[in-house]
């Protein structure tokens, strides 16, 4: 819950002529944030909200603060690790984006201050319970067979399990080295994403590939993975129900 730390009580429409908006008609900010994760799904939190999820994690901290005639309008953001001593980062905008790229248990802090622009002695000033933003650590897995049949079941080669991982390239040779597919971050999970087993639209003959991964984790984890793969295309799997 919000606490006002400052507030100083004066005839300001007596003291000061100017004094167009009186700090009792003053509506406290109402922050939120919107969370955006990797599939593009959002979730709002009010103050003091909880989200744990995985990076990378776009958020956008909103203060919910209006300019205020005859004040002047400071929005402090304060971002903490809980592993650190201080903050990492502070600014001073009315609306942050941030994206945690980072594994770890994250503080981050509003106050707002209005502070009126002649008589500086009347200040409001407002501090919330911080967003809380936890960051999973990172993993991911690499199959050693896929079965690119057309059954609709494990037809496409891609990595799994996948959590929390920053950077991400992957490629597939043959036995002569040779390259016949890769991709990126953007298609590590998407359905039909991955090697389809064909190589400028042919089928490969059945037999083993090798896969080439190199991937960071937001924990900081590099991933340099070289193992084979095999091309099964007789493999059929039945789908109980």
Known sequence: MKKIIGFIVVMC??????CVVAQSDIEPPVP???VTDKNMEQEELGEGGNYEGEAPLNVQFKAGAVEIEGYS????WTF????EPEPFLTRYDADVDYEFREAGLFSVKLNVTYTHRVNENL?????YEPFVISISESSL???NAFSPNGDGINDYFNVYDVKSIVSFNAAIYNRWGQQLYSWGIDEMECEECGWDGTYKGNPVKDGVYFVVVSARGADGIVYDIKSDVNVLRGFTEEVTQ
Do not use: N
């Open 13 to 18: 429409c007596i003291l000061v002529p100017d």
């Open 32 to 34: 939120v944030a919107v």
């Open 73 to 76: 309008l400071v929005c402090t």
């Open 123 to 127: 200040v409001l000033e407002y501090e």
């Open 80 to 83: 903490i690790h809980d592993d």
């Open 141 to 143: 897995k690499v199959p």
